[in-house]
């Protein structure tokens, strides 16, 4: 599409035979309407479009996390189409028919904090999930007091569970209680290092760390 920044005619919407102009957040813009396609079902197509919906389904219950997890990306676009855009570019593995999401390239947050080299999640009693990580404090912005969030998905649910503050840096530890009706189910466990109260006021990528897959668990009764 071409931004219209300036111009005698300044800014239109409709259609101008196959130009389209429209505004957006504030941004006159114009796009060539895509040429029909006689076979819309290629192989690149078809492939392209479960990669989308790969993703999609697995970010959707996310919605309100990413909002924060990406916020500091959100930059001509939402924050939840900022994480669409790079786990569609970097979290789906293999060729069609046969793609899949590969979770431990997912990012549920991306920022500038420092974040670790790994992290371990295990199933404890109680619907109790615990992750588990070398402390790093003092290595670059990492603070042994920055807040560790966990993040829970559970695809079979269409559910996340999230605790904000479940631990900090330096205690290497933090749990997190889902809910009953998790018992059973296969979930994919995430950390998130942020400093929380920067975070919530102004969502910089300075105040908050790319997630660390810590691995998928099933949760026990």
Do not use: C, H
């Not at 900022?82 to 920022?111: C, F, H, K, W």
């Not at 790994?118 to 042994?144: F, K, R, Y």
Request: aromatic content about 8%.
């Amino acid at each position: 599409m071409g931004k219209i920044m300036q111009g005698i005619l300044g800014g239109f919407s409709g259609k101008v035979g196959n130009v389209v102009g429209a505004s957006w957040k504030g941004i006159d813009y114009m796009r060539i309407m895509p040429a029909s396609v006689a076979n819309p079902r290629t192989p690149g197509q078809v492939s392209q479009r479960t990669k989308f919906t790969l993703v999609l389904d697995f970010l959707q219950p996310l919605l309100g996390f990413l909002r924060i997890g990406f916020k500091g990306y959100a930059e001509g676009m939402s924050a939840f189409n900022a994480a669409m855009s790079y786990n569609l570019l970097n979290a789906v593995t293999g060729d069609y028919p046969d793609q899949e999401i590969s979770y431990a390239d997912v990012l549920v947050s991306r920022g500038s904090l420092r974040d670790v080299a790994e992290a371990t999640a295990s199933a404890e009693a109680l619907q109790t999930i615990e992750v588990e990580w070398e402390d790093n404090s003092g290595l670059l912005n990492a603070s042994a007091d920055d807040n560790a969030t966990l993040v829970v998905v559970n695809e079979a649910k269409g559910d996340i569970a999230v605790s904000l503050e479940a631990g900090a840096r330096g205690d290497g530890l933090a749990s997190i209680t889902v809910p009953e009706a998790y018992v059973g189910d296969l979930v994919q466990v995430y950390l998130v290092f942020n400093t929380l109260e920067s975070l919530l006021a102004t969502g910089g990528r300075e105040s908050i760390a790319d997630s660390v897959y810590a691995g998928a668990v099933t949760v026990l009764a």
